[in-house]
């Protein structure tokens, strides 16, 4: 009987020491977690860097708990952006978390948190099509009407940023009306005094635009925000010609090593400077050395602001120092930098055109950019009254004068036939050696390359695709197939020549927003394939939106000045193994193409 009784005792008690064990865990696991959310305060202004042990609770906390509620994950979403985001900056990954963000229920998420995120990704997206900022922010801004005031308002200024159809001088008087409003509210401020000097820049108003960047200083309290904005003056300075001003705040900003966590960034930020300084200083010989170290760092900068502002530097340094071959690659780009620099940068590329084309004894061309470079300065002088650029413009038209005059009387120097018999001979050379490698790789392109395009044929993507390997660190590989929308129609009003040239527009704008390492195809006509290697999904979304919106934010002209928009439906799939079979893949994607051009085209549908 006894022996019973302790049976029985041992199989009640074992239960409760069980559940109250795991009673305990739980309540110490949501105080835990309660703890975590309470420090997170969310804010416009990020503080960095943060804290390692809240950074390590959020991570995992993010990892091991599915269950956790969406207003709950949405703060820990942004935790985890932030800390991103002191480490690396506007970044892949920080964007991610973002979108993670938005993609959540917006019913149950925390709306400050989703306020943030929506503004910050305006921002991204206005980098690369206002439209498409503006359309991001229309279609999201309905769902955080209930978020505090204090974080509406940067969505405001958002609206302003993007959206607002206003002259430049009404945009300036429009964002001190926002920061008269807004008084006390510092970090706001700040970024009102940086928006107007960034549009004070694009206007050609340097020294008006460090002097918005100097009085945001007052309103900054971060060490290391306070020494961008140093960077941002000495730039402003450095462009206005006030060299000595420039430098003061150059060497402000030097002594900002230890801020940057990233020290790459800090070393590609000083060489601009530094090259800079040296062409105000005209070391031109320095100035080609800066720019060989700074080569490497030119993709990491140049795509994203569009500027070429180096490449032209460059070209410059060539000239001062007789770098021939250096000179005719750039003058061999031209037309490409023309249309990829932004108008702030493309009258200094006009006018290092005028002058390289006079230097030259070329007439015609030098009239050319030069009547450009009088073109792209309108705007400003009327805006701005601008008397160092009519003084620039009244000297290029002297030099163009003086040039037609001298070519009447003047002989050629012997200097000279000697640069154009060295040219010449180059050139020969250059042209044996690619008739040689043509002729070696004559076969191997015939194979693999689409004539038209220049990208891989049909075979050859479908093998590429084929011989991909597993996935890395529990990425995916995103496969997108696209049809250009209603192409028919435009081969049958405008010909077949006009038709190639827009598949051709089409293989460029494609190729500006994929990765290096990603693959591309044309399958035939109008159908092409990308293949996004080794990414997270959520980054093969933003990049196949980005490929979408550059479509249609980039008409093609045609040569009578009318423009062409053509546009593209997308299927988009992810795997994440080995492909032995692409064919039944193509297949399912193709099937699913069909269907978005019954949805109404110009659209991503994912299989």
Known sequence: MNIFKIAVNKFFIFPVIYYCFLSVINSAFANDLNLTLNSIQPSHHYACPVDKVISDKVEWFLTNSPDLSNQARSKLLWQKSTVIFCKYGVSDDYLRYLKKITLLPSSEVNKNIL?????????????????????????????????????????????????????????????????????????????????????????????????????????????????????????????????????????????????????EDYNVLLLILKIKIAYMEKKFALMLVLIDEFEPYQSRIGKSQSNNKMLLYKAIACVENNRTQCINSFISKKAELIKQTKASNLRYLYEFLTKYYIAQNQVEASQKYFESYININQQALIDQQNSVSVLDIAELQQDIVTLELSLVSAKVEQSKITLVLSGLLIFVLLAIGLFIWREKNKQKILLETDELTRIYNRRAIFEQIANLKNTKNNDIHAIILFDLDNFKAIN?????????????????????????????????????????????????????????????????????????????SFSITYIEKSITDFESIYHSLDSALSKTKDLGRNRVVEV
Not at 209 to 228: G, P, R, T, V
Not at 240 to 263: C, M, N, P, Q, V
Not at 549 to 568: G, Q
């Open 492 to 568: 049958d009003k405008y010909s077949h020549v006009i038709g190639d040239k827009a598949l051709r527009h089409i293989v460029k704008l494609t190729k500006d927003n994929i990765r290096q390492q990603d693959l591309f195809g044309r399958i035939s006509g109008e159908e092409f394939v990308v293949c996004l290697k080794d990414l997270e999904k959520v980054s093969a979304q933003i990049i196949v939106e980005r490929i979408l919106s550059s479509f249609e934010n980039n008409p093609m002209s045609l040569n009578d000045a009318k423009e062409i928009r053509v546009t593209a």
């Open 115 to 263: 306020s943030i995120a929506i503004y910050d990704l305006t921002n991204f997206y206005h980098r690369y099509s206002p439209t498409k900022a503006c359309d991001f922010l229309h279609e999201n801004r309905l769902l955080v009407t209930s978020a505090s005031p204090g974080f509406l308002k940067y969505l405001d200024m958002a609206e302003l940023q993007s959206c607002a159809e206003m002259t430049a001088v009404e945009k300036i008087k429009a964002f001190v009306r926002l920061r008269e409003v807004n008084k006390g509210d510092n970090p706001f401020i700040a970024n009102i005094y940086m928006s107007i000097a960034q549009i004070y820049s694009s206007l050609g108003q340097f020294t008006l635009a460090a002097n918005e960047f100097k009085k945001q200083l007052s309103y900054i309290k971060d060490d290391f925000e306070i020494h961008w904005s140093y960077y941002s003056i000495a730039t402003e300075l450095l462009d206005a010609g006030e060299i000595e001003e420039g430098k003061h705040y150059f060497r402000k900003f030097e002594s900002a090593a230890d801020l940057f966590i990233d020290t």
